[in-house]
């Protein structure tokens, strides 16, 4: 029988994975929260709004009746904003199937706790349904139109990790296993802070110097910080890690670079949202960051001076000033 995939959420990264999903051979439903939204999706065969110029396989069905999606499907992949992750938990908590696994593609920690992905599924569904999270650089317009990608899979079950990789893996799309879930989703929700701060510096026209010197800064922040939670510093080294931070710092299809680019044109966080029109994780991840940090006394200057642009506490060029004036020191500590 034909393997079936619900994808939930059909912004742009669960649009793309339902296309792909559905190339690869599955039988695919995407869901969406609009009915309005997912009928004309349906109808058209395209996520105008979101993804647009990826046409929709056959095999994909989108509609907005959550019940019949997950009843339908062996496994679910949500690609909500992880804002919605614990909401959407709640949510299909009473829907499940015994033993149906999940696969989350969020990339951030939970406002006002700041806890981990895994933290929340926990908190949630406990230990009752296998799940894994699925990390990388992979920006959903170049793996809707079929270009080549590749991620990470992260799970404390190593045969669920697996069992998803082989399930996206093909097609020009490459999937590897983890079992370093801290790791893995502190570089998802970091690099998007490290993202804002390279748009910031390269909108204020700082140079190639500057970006290298906060990529590679910014990096070792995030591995400092997956360390004190438990992760692996050279999960950091991998895809979910220095993979994803140089494609978010360095291409302007990132949401978070141009949400930087934007705050060094002295926009505000709420101008520069209207114009993105796509949620923009690193704004919520900032502090919550930056609170982790702080409880596990993880020094992360540039998740500091962030996190004090987007809070309108300092200025874009005020932030550059501060992180110039941090003392000289060895560079590995
Ligand atoms: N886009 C990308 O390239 C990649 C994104 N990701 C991650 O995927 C996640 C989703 O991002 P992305 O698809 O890009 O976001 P988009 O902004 O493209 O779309 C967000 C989608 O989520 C829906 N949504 C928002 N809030 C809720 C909610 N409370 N309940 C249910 N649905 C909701 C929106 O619906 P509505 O239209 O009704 O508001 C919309 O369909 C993020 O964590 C992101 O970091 C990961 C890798 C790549
Ligand atoms: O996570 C992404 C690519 O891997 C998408 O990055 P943005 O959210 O910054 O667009």
């Not at 997912?38 to 979101?50: G, S, V």
């Not at 509609?63 to 938990?89: E, F, I, K, N, Y």
């Not at 894994?132 to 990470?152: D, M, N, R, Y």
């Not at 799309?173 to 701060?197: H, Q, T």
């Amino acid at each position: 029988m034909t393997y079936q995939v619900a994808v939930l959420g059909a912004g742009s990264f669960g649009t793309a994975l339902a296309i792909h999903l559905a190339r690869r051979g599955a039988s695919v439903r995407l869901w969406g929260r609009d009915a309005a939204q997912m009928a004309e999706i349906q109808q058209q065969r395209e996520n105008a709004r979101y993804l647009p110029d990826c046409p929709l396989p056959a095999k994909l069905l989108a509609d907005a009746d959550l019940a019949a999606a997950v009843a339908d499907s062996d496994d679910l992949l949500l690609a909500t904003p992880s804002h919605a992750l614990r909401g959407m938990l709640s949510t299909l908590q009473p829907l499940l199937k015994a033993g149906q696994g999940l696969a989350i593609a969020c990339k951030g920690l939970e406002p006002d706790s700041g806890k981990l992905i895994h933290e929340v599924v926990a908190d949630v569904l406990g230990a009752a349904h296998p799940f894994s999270v699925i990390s990388g650089p992979t920006f959903a317009k170049e793996l809707g139109l079929g270009l080549p990608t590749a991620v990470t899979i992260a799970s404390d079950d190593r045969h669920y990790a697996e069992k998803f990789a082989h399930l996206l893996h093909g097609d020009g799309f490459r999937a590897y296993w983890s079992e370093d879930l801290p790791g893995v989703e502190i570089g998802g929700a970091a690099k998007n802070v490290m993202a804002i701060g390279v748009g910031i510096a390269d909108g204020l026209g700082l140079g190639a110097n500057t970006r290298a010197a906060l990529i590679t800064r910014g990096l070792a922040e995030m591995m400092r910080l997956a360390e004190a939670l438990g992760g692996k510093a050279e999960t950091l080294m991998g895809l979910s890690g220095m993979g994803d931070l140089v494609l978010t710092c360095t291409d302007n299809q990132s949401r978070n670079r141009r949400m930087g680019l934007l705050l060094a044109q002295n926009k505000s966080v709420a101008e520069a949202s209207a114009e993105i029109r796509q949620v923009v994780e690193g704004v919520k991840a900032a502090p919550e960051v930056l609170r982790v940090a702080q409880r596990l006394g993880v020094e992360m200057p540039i998740t500091t001076a962030v996190a004090a642009v987007l809070t309108g506490r300092i200025s874009a060029v005020e932030a550059v000033a501060q992180l110039a004036k941090r003392p000289a020191k060895a560079e590995l500590t």
